[in-house]
């Protein structure tokens, strides 16, 4: 006798370590389908749900990054030739703290503008510049970031830490530098009579406030897409996003560990019921992927609901007046 709806449920508890491809932030894996794909059947088909219960991976991805949030200009009365400025980079990588950000911006701007640079800086500085923290905790700067310049005779100096020229700043650097020392200004000047400059806000390290999971068999969320089409920019599409949650929640020690306390918070449709692979993309708020250094482990399940044949079928087919009589059978 069939049972009228019937509900299985496939725990998978993976890694991206088993990826057949890619890499840890966006990988793919290929099951056995035999022992895992999802089959239409019964009197009235099957649907197959997928629903998250946690993910598992290093918190190591770099706050400064290159080409995303690395790159500042720099120009100044000792500057000259065609482009009188000069595009500087940071090393990628953790800054944990406000001071280790400090020493880089110190360390990268003297290097600079203390050495000859051919025609685009013919004559090198004298003086230096030192970035700092706020530590007077008195003040309502209380650690924001500080630039002193100690210039030699008549030196100026031009800090450009967001969308301001040079023309090929905002192409160059189109996630600006600004909100991870902690300003909106295009450029400040500094010089004998203006030494110092404090940035208006707190700088900003978590680059990564909100992480999304996106996997290939979600169908049931929307979104809209900013993409720079002018055919399919703005327009709300299907999502692939599995979950998304503030990073800062649930960061535990050097990993960020996210766990599902709701059985049905993220449980959605899957796009098809039979599957052999799945694909997995760690990304940021944006859509771009966040990369991480070591692998990421996590944990599903796919539940799948199917509606058989009704128990009593069998006897309404009997009771039907359309149904042959059985001494004709």
């Known amino acids: 006798m069939a049972v009228p709806f019937q509900v299985t449920k496939n725990w998978l508890n993976l890694s991206s370590s088993d990826r057949s491809s890619g890499t840890s932030n966006n990988f793919t894996i290929n099951f056995n389908n035999g022992g895992i794909t999802n089959n239409t059947g019964g009197f009235y088909g099957s649907t197959s749900y997928i629903n998250p219960i946690w993910f598992s991976f290093p918190n190591n991805a770099p706050n400064i990054q290159d080409n995303f949030n690395n790159v500042f200009y720099i120009s100044g009365n000792l500057f000259a030739g065609a482009t009188p400025y000069a595009l500087l980079t940071l090393t990628q990588g953790v800054y944990q703290n406000i001071e280790q950000l400090a020493f880089a911006l110190t360390t990268t ?141 649930f960061t535990v020690n050097d990993s960020i560990l996210f766990t599902n306390n709701n059985p049905f918070l993220y449980r959605q449709e899957m796009n098809t019921p039979n599957f052999g692979t799945i694909e997995i993309q760690v990304c940021d708020k944006n859509g771009r992927l966040i990369p991480f250094f070591g692998e990421m482990d996590f944990s599903l399940t796919i539940e799948r609901e199917q509606y058989n044949e009704p128990i009593n079928l069998a006897r309404v087919k009997g009771d039907s007046p359309y149904t042959a009589p059985t001494f004709y059978q």
Do not use: W
């Not at 650097?173 to 940035?199: D, K, M, R």
């Not at 680059?207 to 929307?222: A, E, F, G, P, R």
């Open 109 to 249: 701007i003297n290097t600079y503008i203390n050495a000859i640079h051919g025609t685009t800086l013919p004559v090198a500085y004298t003086g230096t510049i030192s970035v700092l923290r706020n530590g007077t905790n008195t003040s309502l700067d209380f650690n924001k970031l500080v630039f002193t310049f100690t210039p030699g005779s008549g030196e100026t100096l031009n800090i450009y830490l967001f969308t301001g020229t040079p023309i090929n700043y905002v192409v160059t650097n189109p996630y600006n530098f600004g909100s991870v020392v902690g300003t909106n200004e295009n450029v400040f000047t500094l010089s004998a009579a203006t030494p110092a400059h404090t940035l208006p806000y707190l700088p900003n390290l978590q680059v990564y406030d909100i992480i999304q999971i996106k996997c290939n068999l979600c169908k049931s969320t929307y979104e809209l897409e900013f993409n720079g089409s002018a055919t399919t920019n703005g327009v709300l599409s299907t999502s692939l996003i599995m979950v998304s949650f503030p990073s800062a929640n």
